[in-house]
């Protein structure tokens, strides 16, 4: 059994890894975290668990976890596991942080937009990058694996087979991305308050919001030529999921739908749609699929994208899980084959 751990237990992706680890074959909850909810037992806070996790929240203590786990996942804000991983992984155990303290590669990028230095700059060589349809041979060997952001997995997996293959211009893409307010975390905020978010929809963090360099970044590798990208992400009134709408400037002639259905033939959790679909969040509610449909209207210069995911399961927990699983050697489909909740 794989002794895993999860720092931050209370938030919406720290129960989301509840209920997903909680129906895993081969693992084992051996810690959960809350500062908060210290001694309370996770029942209490969440009774969907009843009878699947008899634990009590404990507070944060780094040498404990080392201990008692062979794997913990930080599903805490950004900023809180780069103090805890060095002593965690000194201990041999390994880290999944779904914050983005270890996905940029640029300390000084990092800082840029965390306003705050790194404060273990030296592991930033070593995390790997979590989005399996690119690293899954490495996300197999590494000790540290940085979990993207909700967002740069729906526009990365959307955009990879075309930048892959040099068929659209790098320097025209447009990423216009909807997300559910779960994304924006359980605490108390203005913004996600039912009469704010409710019968609303507004764009934000239009002139730069933190998840663009990490898109650029891993588009740049895709298509190893400089990126220009328009990312504009909206609150939409529902709980889960992402919707993103993806604009490219088609350069070289082909048959999409052929690229598309190739790049991902072995990607468990990346179904491309048939020609003409219009893929829903509701199709992905609760599971870890991402769902894609590739579309050129009126057999234009324009390539149009269609990528939804649920932002706690691929753009969060169950891409956590399905590392976990490549870690340590197990199907990458195990404890993941939820079917999406409908309606
Ligand atoms: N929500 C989403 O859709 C996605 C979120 N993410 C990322 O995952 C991470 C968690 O997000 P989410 O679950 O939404 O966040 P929440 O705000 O819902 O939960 C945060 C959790 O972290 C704990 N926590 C907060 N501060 C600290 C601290 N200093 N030390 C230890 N624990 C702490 C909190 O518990 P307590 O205060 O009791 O200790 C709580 O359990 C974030 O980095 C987020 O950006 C990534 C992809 C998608
Ligand atoms: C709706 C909403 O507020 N979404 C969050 C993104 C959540 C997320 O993915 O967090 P990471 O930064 O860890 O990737 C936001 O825009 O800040």
């Not at 526009?155 to 990423?175: C, K, N, S, Y």
């Not at 934000?204 to 895709?222: T, W």
Request: glycine share 8%; proline share 7%.
């Amino acid at each position: 059994m794989i002794r895993a751990g999860i720092v931050g237990g209370t938030g919406y992706t720290g129960v989301e890894l509840l209920r997903l680890l909680a129906n895993h074959p081969n693992v084992e909850i051996a810690a959960i975290t809350s500062r908060t909810e210290a001694g309370a037992a996770v029942s209490e806070l969440f009774p969907n668990l009843r009878g699947h996790l008899e634990l009590c929240f404990t507070e944060p203590e780094p040498t404990r976890l080392a201990d008692e786990c062979d794997v913990v996942f930080f599903a805490t804000p950004h900023g809180v596991a780069m103090d805890m991983v060095p002593a965690l992984l000194a201990q041999n155990t390994r880290v999944i942080d779904l914050s983005a303290d270890f996905r940029l590669s640029d300390p000084v990028v990092w800082e840029r937009w965390y306003g705050r230095p790194h404060a273990a700059p030296d592991l930033l060589a070593e995390a790997v990058y979590g989005l399996p349809e690119i690293n899954r041979e490495t996300i197999a060997q590494a000790r540290l694996v940085a979990c993207p952001g909700c967002y740069p997995t729906a526009v990365q997996l959307g955009f990879l087979p075309l930048l892959e293959q040099q068929l659209v211009d790098p320097g025209q893409l447009i990423a216009d991305a909807k997300s559910g307010a779960s994304g924006a975390g359980r605490k108390a905020a203005l913004g996600t308050l039912l009469c704010e978010a409710s019968e609303n929809f507004k764009a934000y963090g239009v002139s730069g919001h933190r998840h663009l360099p990490e898109i650029i970044q891993g588009l740049h590798q895709a298509s190893q030529s400089p990126v220009g990208l328009t990312f504009v992400p909206h609150l939409t009134p529902m709980i889960r999921g992402i919707h993103a709408t993806l604009y490219a400037q088609l350069q070289r002639e082909t048959d999409l739908q052929a690229v598309y259905e190739q790049r991902y033939a072995t990607a468990p959790f990346v179904d491309v749609l048939p020609p003409g679909s219009h893929p829903e969040t509701r199709s992905v509610r609760g599971s870890n699929m991402c769902r894609l449909a590739v579309h050129r209207p009126s057999a234009g210069n324009t390539v149009i994208v269609l990528s939804v995911t649920d932002n706690l399961v691929k753009g969060a927990s169950g891409q956590a899980v399905q590392n976990m699983n490549l870690m340590f050697g197990q199907e990458e489909t195990c404890g993941l084959t939820h079917i999406a909740v409908i309606p």
